[in-house]
């Protein structure tokens, strides 16, 4: 039959004979509706959406308020099916499963117009046994989902002895309610920055499984540092069989060994196989002259990463099922204890026994129909937040488990992954079905992601700890209600989530929540009273009303898991999702998009404390020049911010401090509208993520005013010390392009340090270099290596806002010399062009934009105060030069179109 692929997974070489084969049911299956009204070919893997939109039954689901215009595609319940054939010798194994790795999520599966089975957990793979079903020839299968809208409904419905909230999304979000009742992306039912599509579908690969004696379902692997003498390090083998039933009365002898490829390094053990599902752990010694090499996070090492084989080999039968498996060689631990000075404890990661600071971001799901991510497309979001000098991403409790691509990428790039599990901003259920359906989702996600060395710390759930301590949903009304909650709490997260990740995986650390105490929380019984105390664990903070350039405001915490500012995507993504009557501030689409209470106001709030507000050109310019604000104002305060966290470091001020992490909310977008990333939906980079580069660079100064002094840290993350370092500070008036007065001071750079390297008052920096004025003048500071080469970002302190900016005059900015560089390695680009800038004047925050051509460039959104610059631009699709010099476009903050201008 066409589009069914035979696949023989393996075939014994010794015997001849193959003891387990596969039909792949991937590709076209039948769509209907149970109204029976529309019936349409669609996609497995896939869902009903994108099924919809390719039969031309619907437009494009992100267009205008279409998320709100096919709310009835949720709410109806879909049918799946399909006929494949089954050749006659397959009917021959001991054991047949319909093998589904995974259904979104509510569903009843028939083979052959028989019930095989249920799923009601999107996160989990499903096993169906098929022996009495299956036929030879033809069969057909069909997968009947039910709304996830109404399963969600009728669980909480069904919840009588008390509400479990919150009940539903505020409705600026425009959500749908309850998705704390069933196991599904939580997001899907709507967020602060995403639409309500709650999907149906076969979302991952679908097959037929038969087989004779057993197959090796699952590999896990993790690694343990040895004695160092003669063992450097151990390597646990967790290996998970599944037995045919035969085996119950003739149980399966042989031998279990595990071999490292490439290496005389192996493992035996003597096993006998009859439960239905064993599990066996083989412990290698690795000794010192293999030479076996670690893995590191980006920055400080290569990312060794090595194949290791498992077969059974059966006593009678010679040889069986194997699987290979990638994993690395790294240490993790979680370092939390007393810091002289301050009350509390740390809270930081050792990685191979280095102490890392973590910069990065959040990461969401990429978009709310996961068959549209490409491996591309997860590959360039990863590559973009390794280009933005990050070495963490956390995947955030409101999503997915992500796909293997993710962490695949990562542990080629070495981003460290903070892994929470899919618990999100809600009180949960914890009646039995619900606590087992959750016991076999966590087992089977530690034991498909824990391989990767890449995953640095598993997290029970996002905010929930938080949620209940600080009374979020009324869960405190009486004491009552707050000590169900609470017990609920210990229940899910501790009794079950973390009891089953640590007896699976005691590699890396189990932390209950973020934010959440760490150890403190453990004393406080796994709820505390502050979990956004300073002096321990992890912080999320965000503060949209207080100015963003005043570092006095953040809290001096151990980790900064979360922060963030919204901004608009550039016109060019929202364009896309748009038509011209919506390109105005106040257009309904804008508010529409815009799924956080108070957001547009938030941003135009923060813009309106630093900059001038377009005021003219026509609402359209008034439209675009917004968009360009509101991404300057978000880039200026998550910079002010993430350097604030990363100059707190090394000290401890009024007992706070030793931070050591720092990642934003939020990396990646799924959808095109106002929220905190700094990549937009479809990868053009915000002017945050340009400014990510600099603020997160391995080495690097920042300088800020405390009180009457000013002062420039310098800040490494380097593992080795770098001597006679020469840090210059430099004055400059907004009128010229020659610095008023420059100060240098050379020192020695520790290792993993940030320090205090010029400290002096502002008063008499300015009067030494004769600025005429506060307002006339900034300051800009670097680090050199040998005195000459720029060891970092060169970065700026504005000592005004700049409506009273004295001096700034509009700067004519024209892209000259563009020429291509043969060098398309360069930033993994189709085509790498430089391009030269000229300026007329200093002018702050210079966007270039490549119009519709995809790419970036080598710097975007900076202060331009030489009059020539060089710049490389690096294009994800082939282009010329001529097709780059008729899209390119230069603006600065003085090209505002104002009234009076
Ligand atoms: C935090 C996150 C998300 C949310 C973000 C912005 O609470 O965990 O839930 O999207 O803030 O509000």
Known sequence: MAGVRFVLLFISVILGLSYEEGIDLNGEWNVENNKGDIKIRGTVPGCVHTDLMAAGKIGDPYYRFNDVEYRWIAKENWTYSREFDVPEGMLDFNELLLLCEGLDTVATIFVNGKFVGQSDNMFKRFMFDLKSVLKS????????????????????????????????????????????????????????????????????????????????????????????????????????????????????????????????????????????????????????????????????????????????????????????????????????????????????????????????????????????????????????????????????????????????????????????????????????????????????????????????????????????????????????????????????????????????????????????????????????????????????????????????????????????????????????????????????????????????????????????????????????????????????????????????????VNGTGHTMGALYWQLNDIWQGPTWSSLEYGGRWKMLHYYAAKFFAPVMTVIFEDKEQLKVYAVSDLAIKQNQVTSQLQLWTWSSFKPLQNWTVTFDMEANTAMVVFNMTTTQLLKSGRCPAREACYFTSAVYLNKTRLYGPVNAHFLTSFQSAKGLTKARITVTNVTILHDASKAKAATTLRLELKTTAPAPFVWLDAGDLEGRFSDNGFLMNTETITLEFYARKSVTVAMFQKEVTVQSLMDIKRENY
Not at 533 to 538: A, E, F, Q, T
Request: hydrophobic share 35%; proline share 5%.
């Open 137 to 652: 020839g033809r069969n057909a299968i069909a997968v009947n989902f039910t709304s996830a809208i109404t399963y969600a409904m009728e669980k909480n419905a069904s919840h009588t002895r008390y509400m479990v909230p919150p009940d539903c999304p505020p409705a600026v979000q425009k959500g749908e309610c309850h998705p704390n009742f069933i196991r599904k992306e939580q997001c899907s039912f709507s967020w602060d920055w995403g639409p309500a599509f709650v999907t149906q579908g076969i979302w991952k690969n679908i097959s037929v499984q038969g087989y004779d004696n057993s197959v090796i379902r699952d590999v896990l692997i993790t690694t343990r540092k040895g004695d160092g003498r003669s063992v450097s390090w151990k390597v646990d083998v967790n290996v998970f069989i599944d037995v045919a039933s035969t085996a119950t009365n003739t149980p399966l002898a042989g031998i279990l060994n595990a071999q490292l490829d490439g290496f005389q390094v192996s493992v035996n053990k003597s096993v006998t196989l009859s439960a239905p599902k064993e599990s066996v752990t083989l412990t290698m010694n690795i000794s010192p002259d293999i030479g076996v090499g670690k893995w590191w996070p980006v920055g400080y090492g290569r990312q060794m990463l090595y194949d290791l084989t498992v077969s059974f080999i059966n006593k009678e039968l010679g040889e069986g099922p194997t699987k290979t498996v990638k994993f690395g060689f790294r240490t993790v631990e979680l370092v939390q204890e007393k810091i002289p000075g301050s009350p509390g404890l740390s809270f930081y990661f050792k990685i191979n026994d280095l102490p890392i600071f973590m910069k990065g971001s959040n990461w969401i799901p990429a978009d709310a129909f996961k068959n549209r991510i490409t491996p591309e497309y997860t590959r360039y979001l990863l590559q973009s937040a390794v280009d933005a000098n990050m070495n963490t991403l956390r995947v955030w409790g409101g999503g997915i488990y992500e796909h293997d691509d993710v962490y695949d990428i990562a542990d080629e790039l070495g981003i460290m992954i903070w892994q929470d599990f899919m618990f999100a901003c809600a009180m949960y259920p914890v009646d039995d079905d619900f606590l087992g359906n959750v016991r076999e989702e966590i087992q089977q996600q530690v034991v498909r992601i824990g391989n990767h060395p890449s995953v640095i710390a598993w997290s029970g759930n996002n905010e929930n700890e938080a949620a209940l301590a600080t009374n979020w949903y009324g869960t405190d009304n009486s004491s009552w209600l707050y000590y169900t909650f609470r017990a609920d709490y210990v229940k899910l997260y501790i009794d079950v989530i973390k009891a089953e990740v640590e007896s699976l995986d005691q590699s890396r650390p189990f932390i209950s929540s973020s934010p959440s105490n760490g150890k403190e929380t453990v004393m406080e019984h796994s709820v505390a009273q502050d979990p956004y105390d300073n002096h321990y664990g992890d912080v999320h903070y965000y503060n949209y009303l207080t100015d963003c350039w005043d570092w006095t405001t953040f809290p001096k915490t151990r980790f900064a898991s979360e922060y963030g500012f919204q901004s608009w995507p550039s016109f060019h993504t929202l364009k896309n999702a748009s038509e011209e009557g919506d390109w105005t501030l106040n257009s309904g689409f804008n508010n529409h998009r815009q799924h956080h209470g108070d957001g547009n106001a938030q941003m135009m709030g923060q813009v309106m404390l630093h900059f001038p507000l377009p005021t003219g050109g026509g609402s359209l310019q008034q439209y675009k020049d917004f968009i360009y604000l509101s991404q300057v104002a978000q880039s200026m305060c998550i910079k002010t911010e993430s350097e604030f966290y990363r100059r707190s470091r090394s000290e401890i």
